[in-house]
């Protein structure tokens, strides 16, 4: 999958595919401004990816303190508070549908 598949199924689909990973889903869904199934689907993927898109809903809630936790447990750094949220997402959706995609 691209990031312009990604871009494209936020777009025109009313539902993120059923074979997508949870963190790529909660991705979707934040895309479609669906803050709570986008935090429901990146809590139930206990991967690295999930904690990341955990992390980052969390520090775009405002609870720096939860989404440092899950910066950690994805083993990521927590962005600078003045990182704009569209930044990070573009660069959590271009990460995670270059590793669907297997490269």
Known sequence: ?????????????????????????GLWHDAKGDWHAAHTAAQEDRSREGSWVHA???????????????????GRPMPAENIAFALEWEQL????????DGK
């Open 1 to 25: 999958m691209s990031f312009a598949d990604l871009q494209a199924s936020v777009a025109r689909d009313p539902a993120p595919p059923v074979d997508w990973s949870g963190a790529l889903a």
């Open 93 to 100: 959706a271009r990460a995670l549908a270059e590793r669907a």
């Open 56 to 74: 980052y809903l969390h520090r775009k809630e405002g609870d720096r303190a939860n989404a440092g936790y899950w910066y950690a447990k994805a």
